[in-house]
């Protein structure tokens, strides 16, 4: 095969491979509201809850967030430092005792609401790769041709991780933000929640929440 040709070829499929894990791999916010009469001050101040199922995601989810947060110059609390056993973030006297600790402001509670796998077809498809060209040239390029390259059909499994995050004044207890995200075949663990915490935190700045 001419060199250049086989140049061709693998741009090409590094091409579609980069298009392949954009279009697999992504976060997106569903849905968010806000309290449209909101008078209160920009929160300074956040004890953040984790509902996960271990007690390691819980810590993950709740130290990135504080991270998250303190880029806002906001005061994040991990609700694991002040309730270590998970069981007790059912107890709502355990939670007011953890605010009434804090000093927070605000209370957010990141819950996992689902996550599962999820069977897909993906059909057929062909890729046109441009043959070698007469010349090296700009317009020898003219007239080329392209080698079709048949891909076939197959089936994949997907993995769906939704999560629900609301915020509430500590002083009131009423909701003041609220939002779910779905994350579509997370490469990994930290990518699911560096990408959740980027959404909502910048969601509720547009909603006046943050500075």
Known sequence: MHPRKKLWMILALLSALLVLLTACSSTKLLSSWHKPDLTAQPLQKVLILGVMPNDLQRRTIEDAFLQRLAKESVTGIAGYTLMHNPEDYDEIAEIREAVHKSGADAAMIITLVENKEQERYVPP????????????????????????????????????????????????????????????????????VSENTNLIVESMKKAGLIK
């Open 125 to 192: 498809s062909v890729d046109y790769i441009p043959s070698y060209g007469m010349g090296y040239g700009f317009y020898n390029y003219y007239g080329m041709s392209y080698q079709a390259v048949y891909r076939p059909g197959y089936k994949t499994i997907d993995q769906i991780v939704k999560l629900e995050t609301t915020v509430f004044l500590t002083e009131t207890e009423e909701m003041i933000w609220a939002g779910s995200t779905e994350s579509f075949n997370p490469p990994s663990t930290d990518k699911i």
